[in-house]
């Protein structure tokens, strides 16, 4: 299930193309339940893309940079160690 929650946010569409209207000041919130496949490959030169895809066939790619992946690791070994999460 994908749930996709979007603040302030409109467009004008105008002979197919789609344009900004009002400030730049959009703000979405994106959430994949029930993910059924996951993935890590290299993403440009100096980041790492992950893919998150659910049975419905929706998918979130998330791009980060190498210390930003470092950073989930160590979140993931705390979580492991602590939660019960991976009992």
Not at 5 to 17: I, K, Q, S
Not at 19 to 42: C, H, M, Q, Y
Not at 49 to 76: R, T, Y
């Amino acid at each position: 299930m994908l749930s996709l929650t979007l603040e302030d946010f409109m467009v004008e569409l105008n002979d197919g193309a789609i344009k900004n209207v009002g400030p730049n000041n959009k703000e979405a919130t994106i959430k994949l339940f029930d993910v059924e496949s996951a993935e890590a490959r290299e993403f440009g030169d100096k980041r790492v893309k992950l893919v998150f895809d659910d049975a419905d066939g929706n998918e979130i790619q998330v791009s980060l940079f190498p210390e930003d992946v470092e950073e989930l690791l160590a979140d993931l070994d705390e979580l492991e160690e602590n939660s019960a999460v991976f009992e």
